[in-house]
């Protein structure tokens, strides 16, 4: 057997391997892409602008809550952006012919005086991994101001009731195909029950994604949902999503 100074030599000896092994391990890890470490995907400009800018358009959504209560529009249209090399951007939504279904009349419901039209200002947008396997790709859209106590928007329906949302909602990408340039990408917001948005899953931050409205500005939130299919579409470049 080794004397006892060669055994403590050798055990310290391997101490010392264990602590590097473990700070090149570290090392490894920080000079890993940030979007990757947090689950999301970066998107690239062709141009090579800061800035990619985009538009919106899309057919009939849907905005309910878990008991079917909610509100109705013929299309959406808007603006996008993403931040060239990253997993953020933004979107301006403006949904046309929108109508309550609360009453049984359909009362037109808007929140710029303009009737039928709801505008949900700047939301944040990311681009992120639906499932764990990191094949499935998704767009995080998260309301203005959520998180800060006075986020969201507040609709109105005829004068008779009003309605504030705030949170934020998951969308598919039905067609990423990672690694290459493309003009326009397809995202599908969809339910998994009636006013439950399909892709729910916790964020980097640990908190679920989750779109919630109270009916006349008040009172108790409830788990909403939108659903509809929007395009973006790139304006003078295309763009590359590296998921």
């Known amino acids: 057997s080794l004397p006892v100074r060669e055994q403590k030599g050798r055990t310290m000896k391997q101490k010392l391997m264990l602590i590097a092994s473990g700070a090149l ?8 892409p940030a979007v990757a470490a947090a689950g999301e995907f ?4 062709e141009n090579g602008a800061a800035v990619c800018t985009g538009t919106v358009a899309g057919g009939a959504t849907q905005i309910r809550n878990d008991a079917g209560e909610g509100l109705s529009c013929a299309s959406v249209g808007g603006k996008a952006t993403v931040n060239n090399g990253t997993s953020t951007g933004a979107l301006e939504l403006a949904y046309k012919g929108c109508k309550e279904n609360i009453t049984g009349f359909g009362l037109s419901c808007n929140n710029t005086g303009v009737p039928g039209e709801i505008k949900t200002g700047a939301t944040v947008t990311h681009l992120i991994y639906l499932e764990h396997n990191a094949t499935t790709s998704g767009l995080k859209v998260t309301l203005p101001g959520h998180g ?3 986020g969201g928007w507040t609709l109105s329906c005829a ?3 009003k309605k504030t949302m705030t949170g934020s909602f998951i969308g598919h990408i039905s067609n990423p195909n990672c690694g290459t340039f493309q003009a326009s990408y ?8 009636v006013g439950v948005q399909w892709w729910m899953q916790a964020t980097t931050t640990g908190e679920t994604a989750d779109l919630m409205s109270s009916n006349d500005a008040g009172g108790a939130y409830t788990t909403t949902a939108i659903t509809g299919s929007t395009t973006i579409t790139w304006e003078g470049t295309n763009v590359k999503l590296t998921c």
């Open 25 to 32: 391990a570290a090392l490894a890890l920080a000079a890993l």
């Open 42 to 45: 970066a998107a690239d400009c």
């Open 148 to 150: 800060t106590g006075s």
């Open 159 to 161: 004068g008779f009731f």
């Open 186 to 193: 397809a995202v599908d917001f969809v339910e998994s029950s």
